[in-house]
C-alpha cells in the first residue's frame, strides 16, 4: 500500500511569507500528526488531527495551523515565516493515534526561511 | 514534565561488538514507548514498541520502570545497523496522545 505522501519535498519562502504543506496519510489512517524536526530541538510535536478535529496541540505560536479533510489529508500553514521557521517538517499517519502500532511518517518536507 | 532522554549523541562500535543505546524517560503514568530509525536518505520508521516485547533485526528494548530506562540492545552489531535512533513516549496530553521524541543518538558501526 502507499505510504505517506507529503508534498512539496523543498520549499523556499522569504520572511514574512506564508505557506501551506500538505499531507496525504496511509489509507485508512485516521489521524495526522505533525513534527517539526530541526539540528537544535530535535523533534517536536506541533498538532494532530483526528476524522477533521485538532485532538492535540503542542507548544507553537499561533502562526502555525493545520486542517484535515473528510478524506483524511491535512495541511499545514505558517504565516508570517521567521528564519527560525528553518526546518524538516513530517507528517505521521496511524489508524487511531500515537499508542499501539505507533506512527508511519512521511518523508517530509524541508522548508528554508531566507 | 514528561521528557525523554538520549544522553549519547553519537555512539561508535566495532562490528561484531555488542551495542546499548540509552533511554531515560520521565512521565507520571505508565509509560509507553517506542524506539524509531532512521537510516541515512529514509524516512524514520518504527523499530520497537515496549508493549510487544518483540525482537526486531535482532534489537531487544526492556523497559525498567525502576530506573526509568528503555535502553536498546544488540548483541552483535552490524555495518548496516549504522542510523539515527530515537527513543519516544506516549504523552497522554489528548485522548489518544502523542509522541516526546529524545533527541536521537547516531550509531556508526565500523567494520
Known amino acids: 500500500k502507499a505510504g505517506v505522501t507529503q508534498t512539496p519535498r523543498y520549499l523556499i519562502k522569504t520572511r514574512g511569507q506564508q505557506v501551506t504543506l500538505s499531507c496525504s496519510p496511509i489509507s485508512g489512517h485516521r489521524s495526522v500528526s505533525w513534527y517539526q524536526q530541526t539540528p537544535g530541538q530535535g523533534l517536536q510535536f506541533l498538532f494532530e488531527y483526528f476524522s477533521e478535529t485538532q485532538r492535540n496541540k503542542g507548544n507553537f505560536p499561533g502562526r502555525f495551523s493545520g486542517r484535515q479533510f473528510s478524506n483524511s489529508r491535512s495541511e499545514m500553514n505558517v504565516s508570517t515565516l521567521e528564519l527560525g521557521d528553518s526546518a524538516l517538517y513530517l507528517c505521521?499517519?496511524?489508524?487511531?493515534?500515537?499508542?499501539?502500532?505507533?506512527?508511519?511518517f512521511g518523508s517530509g518536507t524541508r522548508l528554508t526561511v531566507v | 514534565a514528561q521528557r525523554v532522554t538520549q544522553p549519547e549523541k553519537l555512539l561508535s562500535v566495532f562490528k561484531g561488538a555488542p551495542v546499548e543505546l540509552k533511554c531515560n524517560y520521565s512521565?507520571?503514568?505508565?509509560?509507553?514507548l517506542f524506539w524509531y530509525v532512521q537510516y541515512s536518505r529514509q524516512r524514520l520508521q518504527l523499530l520497537l514498541r515496549?508493549?510487544s516485547r518483540e525482537s526486531i533485526k535482532g534489537f531487544t528494548a526492556d523497559l525498567n520502570k525502576g530506573e526509568t530506562s528503555f535502553h536498546l540492545k544488540k548483541p552483535f552489531a552490524q555495518e548496516e545497523d549504522s542510523a539515527m535512533y530515537y527513543c519516544?513516549?506516549?504523552?497522554?496530553?489528548?485522548?489518544?496522545?502523542?509522541?516526546?521524541f529524545g533527541k536521537g543518538t547516531k550509531l556508526s558501526v565500523k567494520p
Open positions: 515496549h508493549i
Open positions: 512521565y507520571s503514568g505508565s509509560p509507553e
Open positions: 519516544a513516549l506516549v504523552n497522554y496530553g489528548g485522548s489518544q496522545g502523542n509522541l516526546i
Open positions: 505521521a499517519s496511524s489508524r487511531t493515534g500515537a499508542t499501539n502500532y505507533g506512527y508511519t
